[in-house]
Structure formats: C-alpha cells, structure tokens
T-cell receptor, first 117, second 116 residues
Framework: NAGVMQNPRHLVRRRGQEARLRCSPM?????VYWYRQLPEEGLKFMVY????????ESGMPKERFSAEFPKEGPSILRIQQVVRGDSAAYFC???????????????FGDGTRLSIL | AQTVTQSQPEMSVQEAETVTLSCTYD???????LFWYKQPPSRQMILVIR??????QNATENRFSVNFQKAAKSFSLKISDSQLGDTAMYFC?????????????FGKGTKLTVNP
C-alpha cells in the first residue's frame, strides 16, 4: 500500500511565479491536511480538506494561497506570485476519517521543498 | 488555543545509552491525543509513538516509551538503547479529540544526536 505521495520533492521558483504542490493521499484516505515547515521550526497547520470541500483553512495566509482536493486526482496547494518568505518545506498528510487521531493517525508524505530565488 | 513546548533545542547521547526528551502542552481540553514524530536528515515525518489522554497507561513501542503526566500536562519521550539511526529532529504534537478540530499542533522540536 503506497504511502502519501507528494511531488515534486524539490521545486524552485523565481519571485512572482506560481508554485503548484501535489499530494496523493494513501489509498482509502479521503482526508488531506497541509502543513508548512519554516527553517528551524515545527510544522504549522495550513488547511484541511475532504473531497471537493475545504473544511478548515484557518492556517492559510489570506492572499496568494489556495488549496483544492477534487473528486478525481490529487490535492493541490497553489501559491501565486511567490515571495522569498514562501521558501519552506510543505508537508501533506492524510487519514481515512475525520480527526486523524490515535486509531487513525495522520500519515505524512515526504514533503516538497520550495525554494524561491 | 493549544500550545506545545519543547524546552530542549538540542540534545546528545552516547550510543546504547538512554535519553529523555521533554514536552509540555497547554490545553483546557480533557480528551486529546499526543504524538511524537521523528524527522531524520532525509526530512520525512515518521510517527514514533502516540498516547490517548484518557488512557492512564503509558504507551510503549519497542525502545520508545512515554511518561504521560496528564495533571502536569507533560509528555516526555524516553529512548532506550540509543542507536545511530535515532539521530533526528523529534517533534511533540497535540491533537484535540473534538468534531471540527483536526489539526496537529507541533512543538519546535528537539535535535537529537546519537554519538558512536
């Protein structure tokens, strides 16, 4: 059973460009979470999605950032007009049901390292 | 809002010895989960151990065990017989057990180095 798949592993963009990060959850998982890890920091929650629905986006910056999880295909985290401060590791996690708690913990992908030149 | 504090930015231990990583958290909730995640230099996030707050028994996974003190809001990780492969960042994380709240709250991490 394949784990959470994120691509690309590394992404380099110039300031002002768009970055698209993809996440395919584990088979059978319908809940996706995105986290951001700045250098020397822990992970910070960004957004929680189910198929075709954003459930909690309380951690998303108000501008330039958006996320979707369509009926078919991977979840996408999109960052428009990137700036240097967007450089970070972006992790996706999935769980089979709401909560991602002890019995069904959130499983993480390997992350996408975004570098802004 | 919940907060998680890891007061030891860095620690080191000799191979085969035991080390304990500290974690405290702040919450008014009664039901929640606590986790320790490991992030090796490869940067993956690997679940090490988890604890349900309503369970009094401390969780154990092979060489990893926790000391969960609910009243003190403390959740330390003990690694026995440390191995070189244990070298990594270790993150403590909190999850509320409540409908509508599904986000993990992480501490800033402790960098553990196991020396040969």
């Amino acid at each position: 059973n394949a784990g959470v798949m994120q691509n690309p592993r590394h992404l380099v963009r110039r300031r002002g460009q768009e970055a698209r990060l993809r996440c395919s959850p584990m088979k059978g998982h319908s809940h996706v979470y995105w986290y951001r890890q700045l250098p020397e920091e822990g992970l910070k929650f960004m957004v929680y999605l189910q198929k075709e629905n954003i459930i909690d986006e309380s951690g998303m910056p108000k501008e330039r950032f958006s996320a979707e999880f369509p009926k078919e295909g991977p979840s996408i985290l999109r960052i428009q007009q990137v700036v240097r401060g967007d450089s970070a590791a972006y992790f996706c996690a999935s769980s089979p049901n709401k909560g991602g708690g002890s019995n069904q913990p959130q499983h993480f992908g390997d992350g996408t390292r975004l570098s802004i030149l | 809002a919940q907060t998680v504090t890891q007061s030891q930015p860095e620690m080191s231990v000799q191979e085969a010895e035991t080390v304990t990583l500290s974690c405290t958290y702040d919450t008014s909730e009664n039901n929640y989960y606590l986790f320790w995640y490991k992030q090796p230099p490869s940067r993956q996030m690997i679940l090490v151990i988890r604890q349900e707050a309503y369970k009094q028994q401390n969780a154990t996974e092979n060489r990893f065990s926790v000391n969960f003190q609910k009243a003190a809001k403390s959740f330390s990780l003990k690694i026995s017989d440390s191995q070189l492969g244990d070298t990594a960042m270790y993150f403590c994380a909190f999850l509320r057990l409540e409908v509508g709240s599904e986000k993990l709250v992480f501490g800033k991490g402790t960098k553990l180095t196991v020396n040969p």
